[in-house]
């Protein structure tokens, strides 16, 4: 009787959340498909897109695991698919923005063999930088500016949640269940932290981001992001706390701002466009503040239901 082969486990599990990215989502697959030959991982997309981006992966790689659902999903909602799914020790999670560096697999293998820290982060820089508008940087300086290259190896309070890669027991309990069917990279980071399980930079893992978004939508997003956040934070906590949360966010954009700012000083590189966009990142950072303080007041009402990027 012949012995079926059992397929074997990989070692990394990549997992991407996508709604209509098809303008990115090959080149983001293309760089992860030229390193799977040389490390044994597995790439998922969980993807909920009405545009061509489910054609574009079935018919250029067949060999991603593709999830797809009719409904429009969220992309908490998708991260979490995706990791339920996937069979890596190690789970990796990039969005379709994400372009990985040429060893960027067996860079985030390396540092999960080194350290034992349960989440591990990289770098994030832009994509063709000197073609980038101004709108693109200030993007990119808003959401990743901290985590530009250079990166120092160390502990930290935050990492990159379009970089990021986690133990399997950080994200599945002893039974191998998934702890999270929403995967929410700020609070499943912040349990990891409170208890004892500090987070870690490392410089090895970069991605370029590469994200064409109007930045009116970015900006609209940003509200939600700040609502849906805000009232997370507070859902079940009494009154008071939340109007002592809410007197605070004047404050938000500016503490924000000068978190950045110092953490991008630090690099000593592309200053200029950190200067020129400053008056876009007082607007992005406020537009958070104003949907935290509205999450804070009104709860997240269907803020995190348009997260999807």
């Given amino acids: 009787m012949t012995a079926v ?24 697959l293309a760089a992860l498909e030229q390193q799977q030959e ?52 190690i789970i990796a999670i990039l969005d379709p923005y994400s372009i990985v560096d040429e060893r960027w ?40 500016g901290m985590f530009m290259p250079p990166v120092l190896h160390g502990e930290t309070w935050i990492l990159p949640g379009s970089n990021i890669a986690y133990k399997r027991r950080a994200l599945f309990d002893e039974a191998d269940r998934p702890r999270f069917d929403v995967f929410w990279k700020t609070f499943a980071n912040q349990g990891l932290a409170s208890s ?40 079940s906590r009494p009154l008071g706390e939340r109007l002592a949360r809410a007197a605070t966010c004047p404050l938000v954009p500016f503490v924000l701002l000068y978190r950045w700012g110092r953490s991008y000083a630090a690099k000593r590189r592309r200053l200029d466009m950190f200067i020129l966009t400053l008056p876009l990142q007082l607007l992005l950072f406020g537009a958070w503040a104003f949907g935290e303080c509205i999450g804070y007041l009104r709860g997240s009402g269907r803020a995190c239901t348009r997260l999807f990027y």
């Fill in 5 to 28: 082969a059992r397929p074997r486990v990989p070692r990394l599990s990549v997992v991407i959340g996508v709604h209509n990215a098809e303008s990115v989502i090959a080149e983001c």
């Fill in 38 to 89: 040389r490390a044994q991982a597995e790439v998922i997309v969980a993807d909920s897109s009405t545009d061509g981006t489910p054609e574009i992966v079935r018919r250029q790689f067949p060999a991603v695991r593709l999830l797809h659902a009719d409904a429009p999903l969220t992309l908490p909602e998708l991260r979490g698919r995706g990791i339920g799914a996937s069979r890596g020790e």
């Fill in 105 to 144: 697999i067996l860079e985030t293998l390396n540092a999960h063999d080194t350290h034992s820290h349960a989440a591990i982060g990289g770098s994030v820089d832009l994509h063709d930088a000197c073609r980038g508008s101004l709108l693109a940087w200030s993007i990119y300086i808003n959401e990743y």
């Fill in 196 to 235: 004892g399980q500090p987070l870690l930079l490392v410089p090895g893992m970069g991605v370029r981001l590469r994200k064409p978004i109007p930045f009116l939508d970015f900006l609209s997003t940003r509200v939600d992001h700040g609502r849906c956040f805000g009232g997370m934070r507070v859902a």
